[in-house]
């Protein structure tokens, strides 16, 4: 049971290091497909705004791997796009033999995979985001 999918970070243009790794997430669904484009639009434009070529780092260049990193860290303080328990990381606290929960964590549904078949997407497939 879930709502399993996956993203990936491509830029055709790239020589090398042309995509980044896949992220997975157990309960994302394909609202969490659609924010992760739509967010890669966003990027893509408030980029040109610091750059005036190609770019002259990982960001600007919009490479996958970097890109990926940006996506983590906008991802932190909004919600994971799952179901609303898992806004708060739940654990088995052993000192106190209590379930609890706390913000300290991102989420348990997240994960990191080699490429898409390297987890589980089967509900709403992996979805490639073009940076080029």
């Known amino acids: 049971m879930g709502n399993r999918v996956s993203i990936q970070f491509k830029n055709k243009d790239m020589e090398?290091?042309?995509?980044?790794?896949?992220?997975?997430?157990?309960?994302?669904?394909?609202?969490?497909?659609?924010?992760?484009?739509?967010?890669?639009?966003?990027?893509?434009?408030?980029?040109?705004?610091?750059?005036d070529s190609k770019g002259h780092d990982p960001l600007t260049r919009l490479e996958p791997r970097n890109i990926m990193v940006q996506f983590m860290k906008a991802l932190c303080g909004k919600p994971p796009y799952g179901t609303p328990h898992?806004?708060?990381?739940?654990?088995?606290?052993?000192?106190?033999?209590?379930?609890?929960?706390?913000?300290?964590?991102?989420?348990?549904?997240?994960?990191?995979?080699?490429?898409e078949k390297d987890g589980d997407n089967s509900d709403n497939g992996h979805h490639v985001i073009e940076l080029s």
């Open 86 to 115: 898992e806004h708060q990381y739940c654990f088995f606290n052993a000192k106190t033999g209590r379930m609890e929960r706390t913000n300290e964590f991102l989420t348990y549904s997240l994960y990191f995979g080699k490429d």
């Open 16 to 51: 090398w290091g042309g995509e980044s790794v896949v992220l997975f997430h157990h309960w994302g669904g394909q609202k969490f497909a659609d924010f992760a484009k739509d967010w890669a639009l966003k990027l893509k434009e408030d980029v040109k705004k610091f750059s």
